[in-house]
T-cell receptor
């Protein structure tokens, strides 16, 4: 069984640029959630995708957007990067809508984004 | 989702039990208690969850008080590899609403296991 994978591992961008982060869900999982973790803080929920549609969103502006593909992999896109976007971006996958008991979220190792 | 309160940090000797407390005094009847941990530079790892009964799995035990206002995660024989940030999360586990699928992480407890 393959776990959740994310790419790239590290990324450096400059303010105003755009970035795309990628996530491959664990085998058999059809739901992907994205989280942002600033240094020294707990992860903050960005949004969740289920069957290729956004299904729940946290308190993040529209320049944070995502996609889920038919194979359930996902992308997180961030436009007009700001310095405060520097963080670890985590992807988590689950089977079914990640709200039911038993549909626990399994996290990937994250992508470390630095915005200069 | 109800708010949780955890100590900022705790120490434990290797081989001893680590008991991590969590206060969730505003928990609702349909909210579960979840525990995750995050080892340095890795993604969070699911440990255990429960509603009102005590739970045990291969990683840990979860003790929930009868009034459900607090709980304790127990690592029975802590090892150096258990050094991590431990998050106690309370959330609704039914469909619908803006909290669906969302894990609300607080600051967590930094557990340091020393030789």
């Amino acid at each position: 069984e393959t776990g959740v994978t994310q790419s790239p591992t590290h990324l450096i961008k400059t303010r105003g640029q755009q970035v795309t982060l990628r996530c491959s869900s664990q085998s058999g999982h059809n739901t992907v959630s994205w989280y942002q973790q600033a240094l020294g803080q707990g992860p903050q929920f960005i949004f969740q995708y289920y069957r290729e549609e956004e299904n729940g969103r946290g308190n993040f502006p529209p320049r944070f957007s995502g996609l889920q593909f038919p194979n359930y992999s996902s992308e997180l896109n961030v436009n007009a990067l700001e310095l405060d976007d520097s963080a670890l971006y985590l992807c988590a996958s689950s089977f079914g809508l990640a709200g039911g008991i038993g549909n626990e979220q399994f996290f990937g190792p994250g992508t470390r984004l630095t915005v200069l | 989702d109800a708010k949780t309160t955890q100590p900022t940090s705790m120490d434990c000797a290797e081989g001893r039990a680590a008991n991590l407390p969590c206060n969730h005094s505003t928990i609702s009847g349909n909210e579960y208690v979840y525990w995750y941990r995050q080892i340095h530079s890795q993604g969070p790892q699911y440990i255990i969850h429960g509603l009102k009964n005590n739970e045990t799995n291969e990683m840990a035990s979860l003790i929930i008080t009868e009034d459900r206002k607090s709980s304790t995660l127990i690592l029975p024989h802590a090892t150096l590899r258990d050094t991590a940030v431990y998050y106690c999360i309370v959330r609704v586990a039914t469909a619908g609403g803006t909290s669906y699928g969302k894990l609300t992480f607080g600051q967590g407890t930094i557990l340091t296991v020393h030789p």
